[in-house]
């Protein structure tokens, strides 16, 4: 069995629009998988939350990553 290329994630920040979550899941070779992550700001200091990631090949992600910056620099504009 050859070695297999490891997987990335990207945690998908809270507030981002389901749309571009289904947009990016379509568009996109990754899968969209659970999270447990320690949450370190404001009063939450050290709380765990179950979040979303993308997860896929290294460059599949910076590509995810870069359209989901641009499309959600785009939303933020447009309101």
Do not use: C, H, W
């Amino acid at each position: 069995m050859p070695d297999e290329e490891p997987l990335y994630d990207i945690i998908i920040p809270p507030g981002v629009p389901q749309k571009l979550i289904i947009e990016i899941s379509k568009k996109f070779d990754v899968t969209i998988v659970d999270r447990r992550e320690k949450i370190k700001f404001a009063n939450m200091e050290g709380d765990e939350r179950d979040l979303l990631a993308f997860r896929g090949k290294l460059e599949v992600m910076q590509n995810v990553e870069t359209y989901m910056r641009d499309q959600l620099n785009a939303f933020v504009a447009d309101t």
